[in-house]
């Protein structure tokens, strides 16, 4: 009897089943007055059906209501709440800084700068030694081959 309603976002399939359904009632009420009237009793039976359809359509309205005053308590609540662990979050955060200063952790400002000013330091030092003459550039040392001990000499006899 009852169907389910498409996803709100198919606006078109939404509209139809809204129309679908309305037509139904319309006919389910036309089929009820003239069972109605077919019974002998015409108006008492159908004055009752149109109470008994105030009363239900009374009911739907009061949980219309009641369902979006709760949504609108919720959204408020969700707010608040999302306000509230945002300062949390800054407070914890601010004091977990304040924590790893007093222990001697850099920040990541100070490490950051301490960065840039070793890249400094480095491109400096290649500018440097750039300019050095060859024959004051440092001599690379080359190991030797350690000299025969007596030990050595031994070994070859």
Same mark, same amino acid.
């Given at each position: ?34 069972? @109605?009237? $077919?019974?002998?009793?015409?108006? #008492?039976?159908?004055?009752? !059906? ?5 009363? *239900? &359509?009374? +009911? ?47 920040? @990541?400002? $100070?490490?950051?700068?301490?960065? #840039?000013?070793?890249?400094? !330091? ?5 500018? *440097? &030694?750039? +300019? ?26």
């Amino acid at each position: 009897m009852s169907k389910k309603l498409p996803a709100e976002d198919d606006d078109e399939a939404l509209a139809r089943a809204v129309r679908t359904s309305a037509q139904q009632i319309w006919q389910a009420g036309l089929g009820a007055f003239a069972k @109605a009237q $077919e019974a002998g009793e015409g108006g #008492r039976s159908f004055t009752r !059906l149109v109470r008994d359809g105030s009363v *239900l &359509a009374r +009911r739907a309205r009061e949980v219309e209501e009641a369902t979006g005053t709760v949504a609108r308590a919720a959204e408020r609540a969700a707010r608040r709440s999302s306000g509230s662990w945002g300062k949390l979050e800054q407070v914890f955060e601010e004091r977990v800084a304040r924590a790893l200063a007093t222990i001697g952790v850099p920040a @990541a400002s $100070e490490v950051e700068a301490l960065r #840039r000013r070793v890249d400094e !330091l480095e491109m400096m030092l290649a500018e *440097l &030694a750039g +300019r050095l003459p060859a024959s004051d550039a440092p001599k690379k040392r080359t190991r030797r081959a350690p000299k025969p001990g007596p030990a050595d000499e031994d070994e070859g006899a």
